[in-house]
């Protein structure tokens, strides 16, 4: 062990959580501190332990493994405080990147808030961070949405609210869903740019940005494209989209209560859009002609 991991494993605190990243596909991209962390705590709670102990055994680490996942949380994590509340350190590590996110592990960290422990972040890979990175997207603000809806129709949907998003959107796809979802995002988001990551950090890493309606042509020129653990990021809509999408929401909810007249001169009012224009996309809403 190096001096800074050595620094590092002294820090370990009595009653602490720490929350650890974890390699997503190399196992060089562990940091030293993360390391030296997993190694000094008196356990880690690790999503599977199976797969945990794969990285534990690379790195000579023998700290006890207990499995905290989704199916088991809600009921371990009082004994879980309970431990750290009596001054043992533990550690939160899920199957691959940053805990929580996607992954198991809000209970624990609520709780242990809740009881008044000390929580601390040992951060590192992160695949959506890592995607992101890499999209040639805006980066400054973006939106994360873990995986989307399973069944064809619920995706749609949720696609269709996420097109009027200006921010950029990241989400997690299953090489199951990955051509479907392909599909989704050329009907739904056409000429809309997106990028597809997959196995990021992994032997056969591999990552492409293209309009949305290109992507289920590009994934069936090669079934090893469909393969993996996959990323994707959508470009945000464009400023008049959003708009557009934001006065379409406030005018169905005005509809509602107020004719189409006085609808669109109050959505005028907070949008500051032309009341014309709000008023024939009022009648369109309704289903009736412009006058």
């Known amino acids: 062990m190096n001096d800074t991991a050595?620094?590092?494993?002294?820090?370990?605190?009595?009653?602490?959580?720490?929350?650890?990243?974890?390699?997503?596909?190399?196992?060089?991209d562990i940091s030293p501190r993360a390391a030296a962390v997993l190694s000094a705590v008196d356990r880690i709670a690790a999503e599977d332990t199976r797969t945990s102990g794969v990285l534990m055994r690379h790195l000579g680490i023998a700290t006890?493994?207990?499995a905290l996942h989704e199916h088991n949380e809600t009921?371990?994590?009082?004994?879980?405080?309970?431990?750290l509340l009596q001054g043992a350190?533990?550690?939160l590590i899920s199957d691959a990147g940053t805990p929580l996110v996607s992954d198991p592990g809000y209970v624990l960290v609520r709780e242990a808030?809740?009881?008044?422990c000390e929580v601390i972040a040992v951060p590192g890979p992160c695949a959506a961070i890592a995607a992101l990175s890499i999209a040639g997207l805006p980066s400054d603000s973006f939106v994360f949405c873990g995986f989307l809806p399973a069944?064809?129709?619920a995706r749609r949907e949720r696609l269709a609210k996420l097109a009027s998003e200006a921010r950029s959107v990241v989400f997690y796809e299953s090489s199951?869903?990955?051509?479907?979802?392909?599909?989704?995002?050329?009907?739904?988001?056409?000429?809309?740019?997106?990028?597809l990551a997959r196995e990021i950090s992994k032997r056969f890493e591999q990552s492409v940005l293209l309009e949305a309606s290109a992507l289920s042509v590009w994934l069936a020129e090669d079934s090893n494209r469909s393969r993996g653990e996959f990323v994707l990021v959508i470009e945000g809509a464009a400023e008049e989209a959003?708009?557009?999408?934001?006065?379409?929401?406030?005018?169905?909810?005005?509809?509602?209560?107020?004719?189409?007249?006085?609808?669109?001169?109050v959505a005028a009012q907070l949008t500051g859009m032309k009341k014309n224009q709000l008023y024939g996309l009022a009648m369109k809403l309704s289903g009736l002609p412009e006058e």
Request: charged share 20%; with cysteine.
């Open 242 to 265: 959003s708009s557009e999408a934001e006065a379409q929401q406030i005018l169905r909810i005005l509809l509602e209560e107020l004719p189409a007249a006085r609808a669109a001169k």
């Open 75 to 83: 009921q371990i994590a009082d004994k879980l405080v309970a431990g």
């Open 6 to 28: 050595a620094d590092s494993a002294s820090e370990v605190g009595n009653g602490c959580l720490y929350v650890v990243a974890t390699p997503i596909g190399n196992l060089g």
């Open 64 to 66: 006890p493994l207990i």
């Open 113 to 116: 808030r809740k009881a008044g």
């Open 151 to 153: 069944k064809a129709a």
């Open 89 to 91: 350190s533990l550690a």
């Open 176 to 195: 199951h869903r990955i051509g479907d979802c392909a599909v989704d995002l050329g009907l739904v988001l056409g000429s809309r740019r997106v990028l």
